[in-house]
């Protein structure tokens, strides 16, 4: 395993991701505690010392998880991370209430790392607001020896985060930011990697496979990177990529299955960055495929809690971008005429709950709506 000094402390290159461990019958709430269990102890028996939970992860029980499985080792061995779930503005309020029962589904008395969750335009007032207090809070916390590491993740604009550091910066430890060689134009994560550079801030990574699309690629695309690296395979690049980025200090991968995890860690036992030509080349080849369409959708699931009626939101918008970048076909007609009535993008009653915890800000309820028409159901 590659490890990145931050401070005094050598951190796993690696970092297991606990958004999307194994699930029983698709339920995203019900983990699969034997699976996840054994995933964790593979991880930490092959050197990943960094393991990143939240408050929101699989319903709430992520924590739980990660408690139940972590405690069993000694604490000063392994690196855990959590955050205060602002991506829901009604949480502002509950700061001390939040932090104090993350802390006790974790079964810790502190957390190595700590996050302002998902800094964006939804939330950058209420962060940001001393009313709510909570910037003070953790700053105690902090003091306290209870926070050993703040930082902040954002899926906001450049302008957000920017207003976030000038507000927090100087106290921030590090940034995480959904980094990846789709994103690099995409979503201006080369932007917004430059301005934590610029602030001499780590950056921590995540979505590096984009919730699984780069863990495969276009049939051209494959081609033209193994003709450069026929060694590696297409998620390898994914990780090359990002070990070329200045800065870039941990990588979290939200692992599904053993399989996955396996194969990760044997890439995160070398070092092998991009050169500047294949650094540029994987760009100009994804770009080509962005420009066919598509919406940003990471499955993080936060929408699915605020949906009414219960949609399957990733999954809907998952088969909508296949329907808009292949120009049609059988797939997605297929797939939603699979599924119950109530269950079709038909079924949106537009109230925009799930648009107001949205990392990405994708407007969903259009996608819905635009949906539906494109498959006349």
């Given at each position: 395993?590659?490890?990145?000094?931050?401070?005094?402390?050598?951190?796993?290159?690696?970092?297991?991701?606990?958004?999307?461990?194994?699930?029983?019958?698709?339920?995203?709430?019900?983990?699969?505690?034997?699976?996840?269990?054994?995933?964790?102890?593979?991880?930490?028996?092959?050197?990943?010392?960094?393991?990143?939970?939240?408050?929101?992860?699989?319903?709430?029980?992520?924590?739980l998880i990660a408690g139940k499985c972590l405690s069993k080792y000694p604490r000063d061995s392994y690196y855990l991370a959590s955050k205060f779930p602002g991506y829901d503005n009604s949480n502002m309020p509950k700061v001390k209430e939040i932090f104090e029962k993350q802390l006790e589904k974790c079964r810790t008395e502190y957390f190595d790392f700590y996050l302002f969750h998902n800094v964006y335009e939804g939330n950058i007032d209420d962060y940001l607001n001393p009313e709510f207090g909570i910037f003070d809070y953790l700053m105690e916390q902090k003091k306290n020896g209870r926070i050993r590491h703040l930082g902040f993740s954002a899926h906001g604009s450049v302008e957000v985060m920017q207003r976030f550091l000038d507000a927090y910066g100087e106290h921030m430890e590090f940034g995480q930011l959904q980094l990846n060689y789709m994103d690099w134009h995409f979503q201006n994560a080369q932007e917004k990697a430059a301005l934590l550079q610029k602030a001499n801030i780590p950056i921590w990574v995540m979505e590096p496979l984009r919730g699984g699309k780069l863990a495969e690629a276009p049939t051209d695309m494959e081609q033209a990177l193994a003709a450069m690296r026929p060694e590696e395979t297409v998620p390898a690049w994914a990780f090359r990529f990002l070990q070329a980025v200045p800065g870039v200090t941990v990588v979290l991968s939200g692992m599904s299955n053993m399989e996955q995890l396996k194969e990760n860690i044997a890439i995160w036992q070398e070092d092998k960055p991009l050169s500047e030509e294949e650094f540029n080349r994987i760009i100009e080849l994804i770009d080509v495929e962005v420009q066919k369409g598509g919406l940003p959708c990471t499955a993080c699931h936060y929408c699915t809690s605020h949906c009414p009626k219960g949609l399957p939101i990733p999954e809907l918008i998952s088969l909508y971008n296949e329907h808009k970048i292949t120009g049609g076909g059988f797939l997605a007609p297929m797939a939603v005429a699979s599924m119950p009535e109530e269950k079709r993008p038909a079924s949106c009653v537009g109230c925009r709950g799930c648009e107001q915890v949205c990392p990405q800000q994708i407007k969903i309820s259009e996608m819905m709506k635009e949906f539906s028409g494109m498959l006349g159901m």
């Open positions: 395993m590659i490890y990145r000094d931050f401070q005094d402390m050598k951190l796993s290159g690696l970092g297991l991701g606990m958004m999307r461990l194994p699930v029983v019958a698709g339920d995203d709430s019900a983990i699969d505690e034997a699976a996840a269990e054994a995933m964790i102890d593979y991880a930490y028996e092959n050197g990943i010392n960094y393991f990143d939970t939240a408050w929101g992860y699989h319903g709430g029980n992520s924590e």
